[in-house]
């Protein structure tokens, strides 16, 4: 068999500038730690707010990357 497993983790990011930011943010801070990223999928956005005023927004993406058997994926994420 040829074919490739990836593994998905749901991760949050926030800004107070942007959903774009917010993305942007939690892909780079989980590819500090977790290789081979291959997609973000953005699952839902909102915001947080505080006196009626937006002080920040929020995205939860999926995050996906290849599993490679010959690394302990699963150790390596709970270090986090």
Same mark, same amino acid.
């Given at each position: 068999m040829g074919g490739s497993v990836y593994v998905v983790n749901e991760i949050v990011g926030t800004s107070t500038t942007s959903?774009?930011?917010a993305a942007k943010?939690? $892909?780079e801070t989980a590819a500090?730690?977790? !290789?081979?990223?291959?997609i973000g999928e953005v699952v839902t956005q909102d915001v947080t707010l505080e006196n009626g005023k937006v002080v920040s927004y929020r995205v939860r993406l999926n $995050?996906?990357?290849?599993y490679h058997p010959d690394k302990v994926w699963h150790e390596e $994420?709970?270090? !986090?």
């Open positions: 959903w774009e930011d943010s939690a $892909i500090q730690s977790v !290789h081979d990223l291959r $995050i996906s990357f290849k $994420i709970r270090k !986090h």
